[in-house]
């Protein structure tokens, strides 16, 4: 059974659909990418998911329950977790705090899954009080990613982790991301960075103009010679 499904998704903002007919998946502990060129819906795909927009036809299934157009509340609760592009930690709350918030919905005790996160992310241990708004851009997006994991979610959605990010932390950030996954987390991640994606991807899909147009292992994306040069760039 996969982890999650997404099958012939259609929709978008208002009136507008954005997807068309969208289908992808992710087994348990993948790393799946999507990748495409700006405007092709890769975000809003993503953010189908985590129930930021209203699905008009098609169906998402995570862990084998039906959550088409779950709210978001109840789509963390049921175990799936959502680090936005930007805007994504309380800039005027320390690291410690802005973990705390990520485990708004627990009611049991923190302190083991926090540990984890400064494993994780040993940078932040020696942070932990300072102001998420003083950090770099590469430290804020473990603080953001660490967040998410207090909840200890079983699928994790990026959305372009690495954006605006110097070549040092690209790395580093797509390190992180194997290192979630091997703990036995499910990623599904939106990414620019489309090469280096997808060399760490177990599958990958292709995205334009709001509908599927290749699939693929990420190895099979990255030796297609129509693939990299009509999205990767040649």
């Not at 088409?68 to 800039?91: L, S, Y």
């Not at 603080?143 to 990010?165: I, Q």
Request: charged share 25%; hydrophobic share 45%.
């Amino acid at each position: 059974m996969s982890l999650l499904s997404m099958e012939r998704v259609t929709g978008g903002y208002g009136e507008a659909d954005i997807l068309h007919e969208v289908s992808l998946r992710v087994e348990p502990k993948e790393i799946v990418v999507i990748v495409g060129p700006n405007g092709a819906g890769k975000s809003t795909a993503m953010k189908a998911v985590f129930g930021l927009l209203r699905l008009r036809a098609g169906h998402i299934v995570f862990d084998g329950e039906d959550i088409t157009n779950w709210k978001p509340d109840r789509v963390v609760r049921r175990g799936i977790c959502f680090v936005p592009q930007t805007e994504n930690v309380f800039p005027s709350l320390s690291v410690e705090e802005n973990l705390e918030m990520g485990a708004f919905v627990r009611d049991d005790d923190i302190r083991p899954a926090m540990e984890r996160v400064f494993d994780l992310f040993p940078p932040l241990r020696s942070r932990r009080r300072q102001a998420a708004g003083t950090l770099s851009g590469g430290q804020r997006q473990m603080v953001a990613m660490g967040r998410a994991l207090m909840l200890e979610p079983k699928l994790l959605l990026l959305d372009e982790p690495t954006a605006g990010l110097s070549p040092i932390f690209i790395d580093q950030i797509f390190e992180i991301v194997k290192q979630v996954n091997q703990a036995g987390i499910g990623i599904l991640m939106v990414e620019q960075n489309a090469k280096q994606a997808l060399a760490i991807a177990d599958r990958g899909y292709v995205m334009a103009q709001g509908a599927n147009r290749h699939e693929g292992s990420g190895r099979e994306l990255l030796a297609d010679r129509h693939v990299a040069e009509m999205f990767l760039g040649g």
